[in-house]
């Protein structure tokens, strides 16, 4: 049978806008998914650090275990923080250095973060640009030690420290952060796409080499120095088992070496000389932690773009 | 202001990953005359490049020596040597602007603060960039980096410029009035002046000196017009011009005298050239021969042509290129717009004697 379709008949413009609302909402339902995803995954990674915050402001005896969770202190009281900075202990008892710890992460993350952009960034420009013998060699034994775990060298580095004399100083706390390879690494790749001729442009324009290095290279790596410095300052903040490993003395405790000391006998290390906590005085430890937790948030939230930046660095030039 | 001289000078590069080494200048002796504008002139990779780079002290040679007026600069570094150059990059500092990329020599070298300003000033005012300084490079077009990269020489007052290919980023037009605007900037200056291109109308149209080199090795150096009407060998005739020079397989002969022999035409060979032609009789040659020296014989009612079969003819305008064949010689001759040819694309075709070279099939050497 003859069937005849009259073309005209057939709504061109419905079955077209049929079609882009189809799509529309295949996007909307991907993006609804990407958001839902996304969005558990920050609450998850996030409710740690609420807790933190919550539990901090309980009282004293207030159960912290799952069965009793609060979202939000029914009645919050700063007196964890009190206990924990001893601002109202009797002057005989001797107290625990909290600002030292905090002074003492506030160096564990600037100075080898300062000495880290100075050197690596000089083995990287040389490496990068200057022409020497075996420099191939040099970059790839470079490169190789990135290949070694870390955990494979802490004994021996353990017993470099004693060898030295430098256990239990600040030596041994920031001296072996002042040099790192990953950063030459970044560092080299990062200078190696400058343009040669802008280096040689100075050279001819009478420029010396240190000077060519401070006036020309780095001021054209700010990009991957400020990287380098975010991440070696959250890094450095952040470092506990370092400087758990090579302190004794509780005046060279990092604020996160401090704080699992506080953990009482049963758990970090043991403060001798100041008050242990039981297994009650939580509270103390978690005001300590959203203490410590608050210079990397403000940097966080100020150096975000670099953040960002260093992740994709690493996509692209790791 | 001071001449260069290089005496004996090779530079060799070896590459690392594949252990290869690479001679890109050979045993170079040259002299470069004080206060003149020298084009090194030669395709990519015949080492004109690193002879530039060997007098700003950016390479140093394995062996021989640079002078620049007396001083012996072989190993001396760059900022010692009182040169200026320009990179085919321009080589701008992106972060700093305008006036700090022109004073950045000169507070290298230790000037009052005072003299920098007032030179800055003086060398933006004679290349009309003043309203410039205050701007990054990134803020600038082709054109205008490129008048800052000159001004950043400029402003150094130094004893010689080396440019590497200055005007190799910019478009045609831009191209051809900066040419000319650098050789009035020369003459003023007079300054010596070292210039690397690959572009023959640039080196012919710039250079009081041309240098050609190959492999490098120097093939001829004179004016632009020695290259042009005599070329030391058959590298030189096919680099310069635009067509380049025809050559063509031919034998010498003698028959009332010397003549030369193309398929089976004889051509007189002008009394001049037959006394270095005597050993060649019953020999090969090449023959060279301008585009602009062959001519239609019909329309000059010449009588000794060769018949040839035209391949394509290019129309440009004020002048037609004629492609055809001798043999398996393709040969392109330039002409006025007006052209004969019969039906059966055969053209007779008139070679101007007076203006052929020769040169040697083996050592590709001119030799009439």
């Known amino acids: 049978m003859d069937k005849k379709i009259n073309i005209r008949s057939i709504d061109w413009e419905k079955i077209q806008t049929e079609k882009f609302i189809r799509t529309k909402r295949l996007r909307n339902i991907f993006t609804i998914t990407a958001y839902i995803i996304l969005t558990t995954w920050a609450i998850v990674s996030l409710l740690p650090m609420y807790w933190m915050f919550v539990c901090s402001f309980k009282h004293i005896g207030v159960s912290f275990s799952i069965e009793d969770i609060e979202f939000y202190p029914s009645n919050p009281t700063n007196e964890n923080y009190i206990n924990f900075l001893q601002l109202d202990a009797p002057p005989w008892i001797s107290k625990r250095p909290v600002g030292r710890w905090f002074l003492n992460s506030l160096l564990i993350a600037l100075l080898p973060t300062i000495s880290n952009l100075i050197f690596d960034s000089m083995a990287g420009y040389a490496l990068a640009k200057m022409r020497f013998p075996m420099k191939q060699a040099i970059f790839w034994a470079i490169v190789m030690t990135m290949m070694i775990p870390e955990i494979v060298i802490l004994i021996p580095l353990y017993r470099m420290m004693f060898d030295f004399k430098w256990y239990n100083t600040y030596w041994a706390l920031l001296f072996p952060g002042f040099a790192g390879v990953g950063g030459i690494f970044l560092f080299k790749q990062s200078i190696e796409s400058l343009p040669t001729s802008i280096i040689e442009a100075a050279r001819v324009d009478a420029a010396s080499e240190p000077k060519i290095f401070f006036k020309i290279v780095l001021p054209l790596s700010k990009p991957i120095l400020s990287v380098m410095g975010v991440f070696g300052f959250i890094g450095g903040w952040n470092s506990y088992f370092w400087p758990y490993l090579v302190t004794e003395s509780n005046k060279l405790y990092t604020i996160q070496v401090g704080l699992t000391s506080l953990m009482g006998a049963g758990g970090g290390a043991g403060v001798t000389g100041t008050l242990t906590f039981g297994i009650d005085e939580y509270g103390q430890m978690l005001a300590g932690a959203s203490m410590a937790a608050i210079p990397v948030i403000i940097i966080f939230f100020l150096l975000q773009k670099y953040i960002i930046q260093g992740i994709t660095i690493g996509a692209l030039k790791g | ?368």
């Open chain 2, 1 to 368: 202001m001071a001449g260069i001289r290089f005496e004996n000078v090779t530079k060799i590069f070896h590459q690392e990953e594949t252990r290869k080494s690479v001679v890109a200048v050979n045993n170079l002796n040259l002299e470069i005359p004080d206060g003149r504008f020298t084009v090194l002139l030669g395709p990519s990779g015949c080492g004109k490049t690193t002879t530039l780079r060997l007098i700003a002290g950016l390479e140093i040679p394995e062996r021989g020596d640079i002078y620049i007026g007396d001083r012996r600069v072989t190993r001396t570094h760059p900022k010692e040597r009182n040169i200026a150059m320009v990179f085919q990059d321009y080589a701008l500092y992106p972060h700093m602007n305008v006036y700090n990329n022109l004073a950045f020599g000169l507070r290298n070298l230790r000037f009052p603060k005072r003299e920098i300003e007032e030179r800055v000033r003086e060398v933006a005012k004679m290349l009309q960039i003043e309203e410039l300084l205050e701007r990054t490079p990134r803020e600038l077009s082709g054109g205008q980096r490129q008048r800052v990269a000159l001004g950043r020489a400029i402003v150094r007052h130094p004893e010689v410029y080396l440019m590497d290919e200055p005007l190799s980023n910019l478009d045609a037009k831009l191209r051809a009035e900066v040419r000319i605007e650098l050789l009035e900037l020369q003459r003023k200056l007079g300054t010596t002046t070292v210039y690397v291109t690959h572009d023959q109308v640039e080196a012919m149209t710039l250079g009081d000196i041309i240098v050609v080199m190959n492999n490098g090795i120097i093939q001829q150096i004179g004016k632009a017009r020695d290259l042009y009407e005599r070329p030391a060998n058959i590298f030189v005739a096919r680099f310069i011009g635009s067509p380049p020079m025809n050559l063509i397989k031919a034998t010498i002969i003698r028959q009332d005298g010397l003549k030369v022999k193309i398929d089976d035409t004889l051509l007189d060979i002008p009394k001049e050239k037959c006394e270095n032609l005597e050993s060649y009789i019953d020999k090969e040659v090449i023959l060279g021969i301008r585009p602009e020296d062959i001519k239609d014989a019909i329309i000059l009612g010449k009588d000794k042509y060769i018949i040839s079969t035209v391949d394509v003819i290019e129309y440009l305008g004020a002048e037609v290129l004629v492609h055809f064949h001798i043999n398996s010689d393709k040969i392109v001759a330039r002409l006025d717009s007006e052209v004969e040819i019969g039906k059966d694309r055969k053209w007779r075709a008139y070679f101007d004697t007076k203006k052929i070279q020769f040169f040697d099939p083996i050592t590709e050497n001119s030799i009439a």
